[in-house]
């Protein structure tokens, strides 16, 4: 279950990361590059994690149903 929320928060969390990655690009501490890097990572990481939780938790449950 954590795992699942963990993806979630990160994905309700991506504009922030956007616009930090952002301002840190206009100060000339990241490359447009970096940001790139960084908003991907951000974004497989969300959907990773929220799907590897609902994956667990499916899992749990039939477990424990079985």
């Not at 979630?8 to 000339?28: I, L, P």
């Amino acid at each position: 279950m954590f795992v699942m929320l963990s993806g979630a928060w990160v994905q309700w969390r991506a504009s922030w990361y956007r616009m930090e990655a952002e301002e840190a690009m206009k100060d000339g501490k990241l490359s447009q590059r970096q940001v790139d890097q960084r908003l991907r990572l951000v974004r497989r990481g969300g959907w990773f994690l929220t799907l590897a939780g609902l994956a667990m938790f499916a899992v749990g449950l039939s477990c424990a149903g079985g």
